[in-house]
């Protein structure tokens, strides 16, 4: 039987998570270690590639301290994250340090897989722009949120097939849908990037300077940053005891 287009549109989903995926790295501790060292050791800074980091762990934390940063860029880390579209344009703020590449609606036919916001998300702004704050919204906001929401993206993306049945190009037909869409990347960065980006997109107890992220690229924050303090324990804790300010 032939699928008409009423039923792609209710195939449409809905989503109020986001996914992040370490696919590949090359970063460890001794990384910042023997970049550090070549200015006072030279070549012998090769030594300490196979050194235990643990024995030099005020070194890490002299040098976060002191904001010598470049140490930290001798890594790499490349995540493959999906989440809503609105996310990676604030997400692509982020240039120094970044390498990015996304799904494309030009070259693929995108998916109706959409963001509504959970329970958990505060959706009510009070006070002005840079000293407001979120608050709990009402059950009627939640459910008027969520019904509006997944109504506007079904008559989206029915009007995106609607083109593409009619022969409009792809680049042309999704002009029409929202930036709730989920999309896909690649990011890849070293700590010093990363760790610039972890002090202006997420909230912490132990930041120094405060930040104000929307919640849903925080959550993709919050899950890099899970991944980086496995892969570099000792770097990672000297951030923290610094005031998450990037060296």
Request: charged share 25%; hydrophobic share 40%; proline share 4%.
């Amino acid at each position: 039987m032939t699928e008409t287009l009423s039923d792609s549109v209710q195939q449409a989903s809905f989503r109020s998570d986001v996914t992040v995926e370490l696919v590949k790295h090359s970063a460890s501790d001794t990384d910042v270690l023997w970049a550090a060292r070549v200015s006072t050791a030279g070549e012998q800074s090769l030594d300490e590639i196979g050194k235990d980091p643990e024995r030099s762990k005020g070194l890490i934390n002299y040098l976060m301290r002191d904001r010598h940063g470049s140490p930290f860029e001798h890594n790499s880390m490349t995540f493959f994250i999906s989440a809503p579209i609105f996310v990676f344009r604030e997400f692509m703020r982020h240039r120094v340090g970044w390498s990015y590449n996304e799904e494309s609606g030009r070259y693929r036919e995108l998916q109706p897989v959409f963001y509504v916001p959970g329970e958990a998300r505060k959706l009510v702004q009070q006070g002005r722009p840079g000293k407001y704050e979120f608050v709990e919204g009402t059950q009627a906001q939640q459910e008027l949120t969520g019904r509006v929401m997944e109504d506007a993206y079904r008559h989206a993306y029915e009007a995106y097939q609607e083109m593409l049945a009619a022969g409009v190009a792809r680049e042309v037909a999704r002009s029409v849908l929202p930036v709730g869409l989920f999309s896909s990347m690649y990011a890849t960065c070293n700590a010093r990037s990363l760790m610039h980006f972890l002090g202006l997109r997420t909230q912490h107890e132990q930041a120094r300077v405060p930040s104000f992220p929307q919640r849903e690229i925080e959550m993709v924050g919050e899950l890099m940053e899970a991944e980086w303090a496995k892969l570099m324990p000792l770097t990672y804790a000297a951030f923290n005891t610094n005031g998450r300010v990037a060296p």
